[in-house]
């Protein structure tokens, strides 16, 4: 072996697995979801430190000396530089309702394997809901909800769901018991039944995923579920990538070409220019938004007085 090789072999043998001790202390533990569902960490590769190594790769040599850790890691993620985030994975077992599964497995970019319903009996439990917690159609949102319904009016919701789903329990159970293929006698299970599955995804389209489902827009169920995978597995995992999330993406504020022509307008004080511009953006959803993200900065609408 020539002295060249026999050094890199060397230098291979030194490298260690990188190890997150807060993560560690939390490896199979299930953090609890909804009334029945959980999320647990089963394993995980990489940490902080294999964010910035993947990126020195491709910046080359004596990048160290310039950027800190915690600084390049915000670079990276403030400029969308994603493939030093794709060298971190991490799987997780999760016991989740169906309906709220649908939207999980949307997000395509991750390994997915489910509790099968044709090798083995469904999960005997579904997700119900409390009386002062059923949900008021959001009038200027199709696919979101706004408000509650009153508890006196819940209760017998409630109890009309407990019944819909015993009977629907009672009549799979009774297929089964005939005979019927699993198959085919479980398709009559409401979507509020709990599946399980296992979850790989690195961790950029982890952080795609918490964006979408830990905004205020998304369904409150899945919402629970994003929100301890965030806060209580990732922000362990990776504290200095979920330090520059939160800031540049989940407590961030996205402005179109229309929108800063409307809050340069607004700082200068030309309020019938910002009018003007405000007025050429077609929808009214899109002009919402523009005057919610005004008031978050702070502006007064001259134009709603």
């Known amino acids: 072996m020539s002295s060249e090789n026999a050094g890199a072999q060397s230098q291979a043998e030194r490298l260690t697995r990188p190890r997150v001790e807060a993560l560690d202390a939390v490896l199979g533990v299930a953090f609890p979801a909804l009334d029945d569902g959980f999320v647990r960490v089963v394993d995980y590769m990489g940490d902080d430190g294999s964010v910035v190594q993947a990126a020195r790769v ?14 390049l890691i915000r670079y990276l993620l403030r400029h969308a530089h994603t493939t030093p985030f794709e060298m971190c994975e991490i799987k997780l077992h999760v016991r989740v309702p169906m309906d709220a599964w649908r939207q999980w497995i949307r997000h395509r970019m991750a390994n997915v394997n489910e509790y099968s319903t044709r090798y083995s009996v469904a999960i005997d439990a579904a997700q119900r809901t409390p009386a002062d917690k059923w949900r008021l159609q959001s009038a ?11 508890a006196d009016q819940g209760i017998s919701l409630s109890e009309s769901e407990a019944r819909l789903q015993d009977l629907a329990r009672s009549t799979y159970d ?3 018991a005939a005979g019927v293929a699993r198959e085919q006698a479980r398709k009559d299970l409401p979507l509020s039944t709990y599946t399980e599955a296992y979850w790989k995804v690195d961790l950029h389209n982890l952080l795609h995923f918490l964006q979408l489902r830990m905004d205020d827009h998304a369904q409150e169920e899945i919402r629970a579920y994003a929100c301890i995978v965030g806060e209580q597995i990732v922000a362990k995992w990776v504290p200095l990538v979920w330090e520059a999330f939160t800031d ?12 800063v022509a409307v809050v340069s307008a ?4 030309r309020s019938d220019r910002a009018r003007e511009v405000f007025q050429s953006i077609p929808s009214k959803r899109e002009r919402l938004e523009v005057e919610q993200k005004l008031l978050e900065l702070g502006f007064t609408i001259p134009w709603s007085a």
Do not use: C, I, W
């Not at 200027?140 to 706004?146: K, L, M, T, Y």
């Not at 540049?248 to 929108?259: D, G, Q, T, V, W």
């Open 58 to 71: 491709s910046y080359g040599t004596g990048t160290k000396r310039v950027h800190e850790d915690r600084g």
């Open 140 to 150: 200027d949102n199709r696919q979101g909800s706004s408000g509650f319904l009153p």
């Open 174 to 176: 009774d297929r089964l």
């Open 248 to 259: 540049y993406r989940r407590n961030a504020m996205y402005l179109s070409r229309l929108e």
């Open 266 to 269: 607004m700082a200068e004080g």
